[in-house]
């Protein structure tokens, strides 16, 4: 399958069309796992997993630049004793001091989820690379996953993560039975080591992933909280005045699931307004949601339903800019898989574009989860492809 920068003109929707154009990336063929970032300068940082000649894997990245041209790539880590899975990946994020920083899953124990998060950090723009310890000291032999990184208010790196140090054992605590419940995490790290260690919520689901936003001195912490009766709906946490305040729900779905569905939220924010979208089947209909807070994430109102059937599969990531709020995701219908991106104003009152980015090469869980970022206008996106049993990266640049 090949992108073509031939316009994609919008016909069922009478305001915007947009023009959808191959964005080459820079990993080479059987990477996999890609995540992307926005480093203050304006780079656009791609982060990826390829597997190294005699075993093993490296976290390798590659910074875009505001003049369109790709960096060399560098490689934060490399080892032989990870733990590789398509819906639980690293990340790399670039602090305002110019610090590279990255996580990677390092297998802890002989059991199948048995893994910490341990942590990357370069001072010195990429040339060297100093390996910090678990960013968890529990020391149990249990999954520790599912990881959002951002800039901490005040310097240093902020970090949120599922802990599964009370599950007793190195399966989902819903998947193995193996005693309590996953946790939600956060610290924050600089060049010495952690700074500060506090739980956030003592109960979430066991493998959706976490993301995180920061607006000045406040960071929004989304992920999917799991409460009695097997109820696992969207919370977002939020940090401020220099300390972690409750959790609040964004919606009450109710949605009943006796077992993780490995989909987790997405969340952005701009000013004093936060947009958050997720993955739902409360009711028995899979459904596709996005909701926003006026209120710097401390409420959200009703949630905009963007699409729903049995075709929706999540894997949602939402950015938003002065212009509006982009939402990407997948569907599957048979044997194929397409990638969508729409766009509304910020109060979510009007749908402004809706298109399908790509039909996607592979199906099931190998492509993965796509990431969105927005720059200049203009929404960036990467992916996993299979071809021919083996994956590799795509990427695609939107311009309404």
Known sequence: MKLTATALLLFALPLQAATVSDWPLPAPDGSAQPNLSLAPDGDLVLSWIERRDGGGHRLAYGRFNKEGDWAPSGVAAEGKDWFVNWADFPALQVLDDGSLWAHLLVKNGDAPYAYDVRLQASLDGGKTWKQMPAVHDDGTSTEHGFATLWPQPGGGLGIAWLDGRHTGGGGHGDHAGAGGAMTLRA?????????????????TCDCCQTDSARVGDTVLLAYRDRAEGEIRDIAVARFDDGRWQAPVMVHDDRWMMPACPVNGPAIDARGNQAWVAWYTAAGGTPSLRLARSGDGGR??????TLLEGATVQG?????????????AWIEEAGSRQTLWLARHDHA??????????????GRGRGTGFPRLKLRDGQAWLAWTEIVDGSPR????RVTP
Request: hydrophobic share 50%.
């Open 315 to 327: 894997r949602v990531d939402v950015a938003a800019d002065d212009e509006g709020v982009w939402t």
């Open 299 to 304: 409420r959200f109102g009703p949630p905009l």
């Open 393 to 396: 990266l795509r990427g695609a």
């Open 187 to 203: 610290a924050v790290f600089d060049a010495t080591g952690k700074k500060a260690d506090t739980q956030l919520d003592a109960s």
């Open 348 to 361: 979510l009152a009007k749908e402004l574009m809706r298109l399908k980015v790509a039909d996607l090469a």
